[in-house]
């Protein structure tokens, strides 16, 4: 009896060949700059250069320009800081723990979305950077060097210089292994330049490309630093989050002081991350006419991933409250009942809403295929997101022990324009990107090809 | 230097299950391969040219337990052998609080010279000019470069081997 397993919804549709590949990738570099584009980068170099002078004046005048308090001391800061550093967990998670489970459809998405964690990542840098307020007296701060207090180290008890060396080192790493996926790319854009005749560029992306030249020994090799630097990253990214949750989980503070904050916060950042990739991609897919790589398939499992991850993080609120009140602790009991029912139940709401209620739409195949309502569902979850990170931060710390020091947080336009400068680094940043660089891995496109294209089938 | 000039046979292949099972072919009929150049990895291309297994994976763990080594060193020498403090009741060598910092640190010496040793013994650098044998192999040819020199049958031979295999063209390269 012939049996003949079911054939799989191909990753790569509309029959593409390895030149096509090339063609369609390398194209949107060698383009020349569009409008849409140029009106796009201005507008993000507007937000870079108003919110710019926000991070001025925090530099120049203290962070006494922000509105926090004696009661909430850290509020929009860390909020966004957090924020920010979930969404940068996307790209390794999608290069480095889908790569160990071999799961193909990431190679399509991989590059984006490894670029929008680099950039995601610098701009949670930044927050407690600029919070330090004497930045540049922050490498005798945050770094184990010698200081004229006679040696008195950093502390490694802290959370915080954890957290120095977790995001500095996922920032590198991640770094590292983009760069290192890009050269072959890089090499193919070379080489057509090299065809065409255009010097300059040939030599631009000549250095870029590393003297790449394809040799199987090279493939070889490049497979293995792949393979070990996926190996390596996946506890890494685990381990981000981990460590920035912990900036709360080990204070006393009621409301922080959690011990399932570790696995909850993964898989918040993992959530918003998937969200932040899906807003990104819906858009350069649509601009770039990347719709034969980019398939619904592609948003289907990224938006599964975003139905796993959201109702994890909606079971872990319902276990805080519920812990809370199992504590038989009246301090922790208040810090959620307030957290609910307090001033800020606004926020307490939105989250909930944005974050375990829409993403359960996924559920229906129609929705979860539907690229409209998935364009926003993702920005209503990274919304949802935000407001989480508002909601353990200052709803934590607004009312104090004592009843005489309870207070609220009012932003100051310097906050908003904080906020407003991480936005215009991440999109200039991206939009530099998926002009210059190559938005999709084509060397990995093209080594699955064959197995999961469109040709094979035909064939 | 002229006599440094090489002279290559360059076989050109579309499709990466031909391209293996020519390698295999062609080996076997005791030719040496200088080299292949693919636009993308292919599965299995090392075991059908005998190359041996990459042992970056080896110096990647050296690396690491390396950088376990140092930040275990410095943590106990700043924080228990420098200049001893008590924080948060924990004694002076406070070891589950060095974790985080002792994980960090090993990736990162474990990937960045892993890395590092990967573009050096790839010869990979800024600066570096790829010696492109046809540049269609970073688009969608395989190449596979066979020295002339370095083998006992000559041209003819070996491109009617490689058109055998299945090669769509065979064409000829001097390079240095």
């Not at chain 1, 872990?316 to 009140?325: H, M, R």
């Not at chain 1, 307030?338 to 929705?367: D, E, H």
Request: hydrophobic share 50%.
């Amino acid at each position: 009896m012939h049996v003949e397993s079911k054939i799989r919804t191909p990753l790569i549709t509309g029959g593409k060949t390895l030149h096509d590949v090339s063609n369609d990738i390398s194209r949107r570099v060698e383009d020349k700059p569009s409008v849409s584009w140029l009106i796009a980068l201005g507008i993000s170099l507007i937000m870079l250069l108003v919110g710019g002078y926000a991070v001025y004046r925090t530099l120049w005048d203290g962070i006494g320009m922000w509105g926090l308090n004696k009661t909430v001391g850290w509020a929009w800061d860390i909020t966004n800081f957090v924020w920010w550093v979930g969404i940068g967990h996307a790209g390794t998670l999608i290069s480095a723990i889908l790569l160990l489970f071999r799961q193909r459809w990431r190679m399509s998405i991989n590059r984006a979305a490894e670029a929008m964690t680099i950039f995601a990542v610098i701009c949670a840098a930044m927050f407690p950077l600029l919070h330090m307020g004497r930045l540049w007296l922050g490498f005798f701060w945050a770094l184990p060097l010698p200081n004229t207090y006679g040696s008195l180290w950093v502390n490694f008890a802290s959370p915080l210089l954890w957290d120095v060396f977790a995001i500095s080192t996922y920032f590198s790493v991640s770094l590292v292994f983009w760069y290192i996926g890009l050269i072959p790319d890089f090499a193919t854009i070379r080489d057509r330049a090299v065809k065409a005749g255009r010097t300059i560029s040939a030599s631009i992306y000549g250095a870029l490309s590393f003297g790449w030249d394809g040799a199987a020994k090279t493939w070889s090799r490049y497979e293995t630093v792949a393979l070990v630097l996926a190996g390596l990253a996946t506890p890494l990214v685990l381990s981000v989050h981990t460590i920035v949750s912990m900036d709360f989980a080990t204070s006393v503070i009621p409301g922080w002081h959690t011990t399932i904050f570790p696995p909850y916060f993964v898989a918040g950042a993992i959530f918003s991350g998937f969200a932040m990739v899906l807003t990104l991609l819906i858009i350069t897919r649509k601009v770039y006419n990347l719709e034969d790589y980019i398939t619904i398939k592609h948003l289907e499992l990224m938006n599964i991933v975003i139905i796993v991850t959201g109702s994890i993080v909606g079971i872990a609120y319902i276990t805080e409250l519920f812990i809370a009140w199992y504590s038989g602790v009246e301090y922790e009991q208040y810090a959620f009942y307030n957290r609910v029912t307090g001033p800020y139940w606004w926020a307490y709401f939105s989250m909930m809403a944005c974050n375990v209620v829409s993403p359960q739409l996924f559920w229906f195949k129609k929705i979860r295929t539907n690229i409209a309502a998935t364009f926003i569902i993702s920005i209503v979850v990274n919304i949802g997101m935000w407001f989480e990170r508002f909601v353990i931060i200052v709803t934590s710390l607004h009312r104090d022990y004592i009843p005489s020091s309870w207070g609220m947080f009012y932003p100051t336009i310097y906050d908003v324009g904080m906020y407003l400068f991480s936005f215009g680094f991440f999109f200039t940043a991206y939009l530099l990107f998926s002009k210059y660089f190559p938005v999709i891995n084509m060397a990995e496109v093209k080594s699955i090809l064959k197995p999961t294209g469109e040709t094979k089938k035909n064939k | 230097m002229a006599d440094s000039i090489k002279n290559f046979v360059l076989g050109v292949f579309e499709d990466e299950d031909v391209l293996l099972k020519a390698i295999t072919k062609v080996r076997k009929e005791g030719v040496n391969i200088h080299e292949v150049y693919s636009p993308f990895p292919v599965h299995g291309i090392e075991k059908a040219l005998g190359y041996n297994r990459s042992r970056l994976s080896i110096a990647a763990f050296l690396f690491g337990m390396t950088g376990t080594c140092l930040a275990l060193t410095m943590m106990i020498y700043m924080m228990t052998i420098d200049w001893p403090m008590i924080i948060g009741g924990k004694d002076f060598l406070p070891f589950p609080t060095f974790i985080p910092v002792t994980f960090e640190m090993t990736v990162l010496l474990s990937a960045f010279g892993m890395v590092g040793t990967f573009l050096v013994i790839s010869d990979l650098k800024p600066w570096g000019k790829a010696k492109m044998f046809d540049i269609r192999s970073t688009d969608d040819k395989h190449i596979v470069a066979i020295e002339l020199e370095k083998n006992k049958l000559n041209k003819t031979k070996i491109t009617k081997l490689l058109k055998a295999s299945g090669a769509s063209e065979v064409n000829e390269k001097q390079m240095d």
